[in-house]
């Protein structure tokens, strides 16, 4: 009977894990594990950081209160820089968590975590048909009665889509602009994802006329479950119109931006590979046009009749052409700017970035026009990085996140070319199809990855001195070197250097991918995110503490004065309009002013650093409410202080 009983147990839980739905579990349980770490473990732990992420947060808090879903409003004042989605997201967010932190992050970790899931479908369904169906167009036209069909788990657990979702998660750039709430990460999620969506419509097009879509008994006897990764039923048009309604998502996000650069991108690799026209047919232009113009003009045709003039001057004029064509606040830098930025924010596979580029041979047209679409997934690769990158370096103005959506190019072509030259042969590491050139190139990347390491272990080593003097954290310095974050950075980059020179030397290139993916995420773990709380208990925490103190201390009618600097959040905490003055001659002028003096209330509450107070020449006739970090909360009355000078 207990042998019975014991092959009964071991038959429940063997079945399961021969069925497709043990290895899906598997699947969304390995994404979900990814995304969870990566985007929304502590995500609302810590306060909104200024300047940008509190301008967003109240905007769309006041879109909750006023009912207004047109109109962004910030401080009292209409903030036309951003289209509306981002405010939407979030005021749906707040309805769902409430209004906090979660509620801003959620809109931009989600749309992170919706990326990365469909760029694992995407290279399941590379490997799909690259891995297993090596149809090539002659065998398509011959006739064949059977196909190979691997295992639904072969694909699942084949590691290249694992790579790739993994790269598209911890790097940098993706992780931390996944962690704010601003709309940069959910322009970047809604453009790559269109373009994902492109190539797979694109793909499944040539697919649909396959040996395994003409069989079309054997496609109906499939599970449901391995039809997502197998075309069949012309599921090109399905991709097609998604490509459509996420490029509206991603116009209804940043502007123009959100359609230029997509059709930049896929023009550009059309024309290269000679197939514009006939893929032109195929996208339902007429479709998608009507679909993208329904999703997009509404909201931007009664933006415009609502604020006119200003709408036009402020959104097209200045946040797009302006920035562009000329330095938008202050926002200069040199034309080797992105340079850097992809080397840090993609770090350390960016290091990888030039020999991936140049072993997919893109230069090569003739032969990129002879592969099958699916196999061209490296070049659209290509041309998405190049595009974006040499796009921004154009433009005069330079920020770090214009580049974030070219990251999801980088990780695909990152993992494609480690699976395809590494781990396919590892045993062969000094015989593998490389050409000589590029095979010295793959060994100067590595050593250029111990390099980089080892300067990011220094550099951690010593970070404390290298940080200047900031007068919102006097005391940041110093608390960071006695946390010892700075050393425990140092031992995590040395040992993860010492670990790729080992599998170097012993010529086991494979781990090499392994280890620089642990060490980074080692690395965010047990150093970067503490050392972010650290920095918001110093930066943020003392104007979240006294944003509560004017919220339980304020009296019917008192304004609230900045002086001396400008942080948004405190319009978001006290969930009231802020009066701010950089210069202390226009805070005393305001002050002076007879619509102040003869408001409603008799007294004013002024918060500053005590420098920029004392220089009010307020004489000592204030009250001391509360102090924080190197803030103070002051209320002064009016009468007493009619003639600041």
Request: aromatic share 16%.
């Amino acid at each position: 009977m207990k042998l019975s009983s014991d092959q009964k147990t071991q038959a429940f839980f063997s079945h399961p894990i021969k069925t497709h739905w043990f290895f899906l579990l598997l699947a969304i349980l390995g994404l979900g594990l990814i995304g969870g770490l990566a985007f929304f473990w502590n995500l609302g732990n810590l306060g909104l950081l200024d300047e940008t992420e509190p301008l967003f947060a109240e905007a769309s808090r006041q879109m909750l209160v006023t009912g207004d879903w047109i109109t962004p409003y910030f401080n009292g004042e209409t903030r036309f820089d951003k289209p509306p989605l981002i405010y939407w997201l979030m005021a749906i967010a707040y309805q769902m968590v409430g209004v906090n932190e979660w509620g801003v992050r959620l809109p931009s970790a989600f749309s992170a975590f919706i990326l990365v899931c469909l760029g694992f479908y995407t290279l399941s369904y590379y490997v799909q048909w690259t891995q297993f169906y090596t149809v090539q167009k002659y065998e398509q036209q011959s006739l064949m009665g059977s196909f190979y069909k691997p295992q639904f788990r072969t694909v699942i657990l084949h590691p290249l889509p694992w790579m790739a979702a993994t790269l598209m998660a911890f790097n940098p750039q993706i992780i931390a602009w996944a962690r704010i709430g601003v709309s940069d990460l959910l322009l970047t999620a809604c453009m790559g994802s269109a373009l994902l969506a492109f190539f797979l419509g694109y793909a499944t097009h040539e697919e649909n006329s396959s040996p395994l879509s003409e069989n079309k008994q054997q496609v109906k006897n499939l599970n449901p479950f391995k039809l997502l990764l197998i075309s069949g039923f012309n599921r090109s048009q399905f991709w097609y119109l998604a490509f459509y309604i996420l490029s509206a998502l991603a116009v209804l996000t940043k502007g123009p931006v959100g359609i230029v650069l997509p059709g930049l991108i896929i023009g550009s690799f059309l024309i290269y590979v000679g197939k514009v026209n006939k893929v032109l047919s195929e996208m339902l232009p007429l479709q998608g046009s009507i679909i993208f113009f329904a999703m997009t003009l509404p909201w931007y045709i009664l933006v415009t009749l609502i604020n006119g003039e200003s709408y036009i001057n402020s959104f097209f004029g200045y946040h797009n052409f302006e920035r562009f064509t000329s330095v938008v606040n202050h926002h200069a830098a040199p034309w080797y700017f992105y340079f850097i930025v992809v080397l840090v924010g993609f770090a350390p596979f960016s290091v990888y970035l030039p020999v991936a580029i140049t072993s997919t041979q893109f230069w090569k047209r003739r032969y990129w026009q002879r592969q099958t679409r699916i196999q061209q997934l490296k070049l659209f690769s290509v041309f998405w990085f190049a595009v974006i990158f040499l796009f921004f370096t154009v433009a005069v103005t330079k920020l770090p996140s214009y580049v974030l959506p070219l990251m999801p190019a980088s990780a695909l072509l990152v993992s494609i070319f480690w699976n395809d030259h590494i781990f396919q042969n590892n045993q062969d590491y000094f015989n593998f199809g490389f050409k000589k050139n590029i095979f010295k190139f793959f060994s100067i990347s590595i050593l250029i990855n111990i390099i980089l390491l080892l300067g990011a272990a220094i550099i951690s080593y010593f970070s404390y001195k290298l940080l200047g003097y900031d007068a919102d954290m006097p005391n940041f310095r110093t608390d960071l070197q006695t946390s010892g974050l700075p050393h425990r950075s140092a031992l995590i980059w040395l040992m993860t250097t010492f670990a790729i020179t080992i599998s170097w030397y012993q010529k086991r290139i494979s781990r090499i991918f392994i280890i620089n993916l642990l060490g980074f995420i080692i690395f965010f773990v047990w150093v970067a995110t503490p050392a972010y709380s650290l920095l918001d208990n110093h930066r943020q925490e003392p104007l979240r503490y006294l944003a509560q103190t004017v919220v339980q201390q304020r009296k019917l009618g008192e304004q609230l004065i900045m002086v001396g600097f400008k942080k948004p959040s405190l319009v978001f905490y006290t969930q009231n309009p802020v009066e701010y003055y950089p210069e202390l001659t226009d805070a005393i002028h305001y002050i002076n002013t007879p619509e102040v003096q003869n408001s409603g209330s008799e007294s004013l509450l002024i918060l500053g650093h005590p420098r920029e107070l004392n220089n009010l020449g307020l004489n000592n006739q204030y009250q001391l409410i509360d102090q924080k970090g190197s803030y103070q909360l002051i209320r002064i009355k009016k009468k007493d202080n009619r003639n600041l000078t």
